[in-house]
């Protein structure tokens, strides 16, 4: 199981590779909130999202026999870029299954970093089973997107930056706001924060739709998604929270937040005219629920993660076009 000690770990070989990105502020963005918000650009890390943690620290925890076969990872964008790109520094090869319909530029993204990109039709075709025929035949290591500890240690050295960063601020209690589709960052920050942050308390954000965390959070148990599409907030749309980090959730999380892809669109365009950054609109979605669902929040200051920043132009036009 994932743990403080893994995430300190996975933060010594994340050292020298990944960005300490930056926490940003703005007073048009408080006064929005009505609260004291930071923001968390992992859209800023490399390939573009907080996944390149994960990534790096899968890949280099691996003993150097199995990692020099190689991996395989399947993926809508986001965790794809980031393994391929780990893969790439690493000088191993890596296979990656994406759906067909993902944003064209995190396919052409994760082919750039050198991976073998297996395209599948995510409604008629199994990604599970051509992922253990391609693992078998060639021998190659799967990295799972959040329901594998290594990743999960990874994507909590976000946490621990929060809570370094926050604490430059002066701030020692704050409801900590995620963008969750498989629960990977939004465990791995809650179990950082646990331990480094004891007055934090993270909030899983979710698209309308694909709300299953949140949904699984207030009865208890895991639920499922009755589609896995028809959200523009695509990195975030899972089946349900995972195995491995829903129970970390349900100790540790407060209750779910679920936002419209309008809001989605119109916190990117805030993020762009305020921040001066780009994010993809399921990485907006915890900026969305800071900013337009504040009746849902308790705390006096709000820490929300911008996770990734890899959308098609077409979508961010139509962002910057409607709410810019």
Known sequence: MASIEMIVAARARLRGHARRTPLLSSPFLDEIAGRRLFVKAECLQHSGSFKFRGGWSAVSGLDAAV????????????????VALAAKLHNIPSVIIMPSDAPKLKIANTRAFGAEVVLYDRVN???????ARL???RGLTLIKPFDEPLVIAGQGTTGLEISEQAGEEGVTSAEVLVPCGGGGLTSGIALALEASSPGFRVRPCEPKDFDDTTRSLASGKIERNATVSGSICDAIV???????TFPILKRLAGPGIVVTDEEALRAMALAFTRLK?????????????????GDALESDTVVVVTSGGNVDADIFSTALERFG
């Not at 190689?70 to 794809?80: D, E, K, P, Q």
């Not at 075709?125 to 992922?131: A, C, K, L, M, T």
């Not at 950054?277 to 337009?292: D, Q, R, S, T």
């Open 238 to 244: 899972t089946p349900q929270p995972g195995n491995i």
């Open 277 to 293: 950054i780009v994010v993809e609109p399921g990485g907006a979605v915890a900026l969305a629920a800071a900013l337009f669902h």
């Open 125 to 131: 075709e199994d990604r599970d089973e051509i992922g």
């Open 67 to 82: 990692r020099s076969k190689g991996v395989i990872a399947f993926s809508s964008g986001n965790h794809a870029q980031g």
């Open 135 to 137: 693992s078998a035949e």
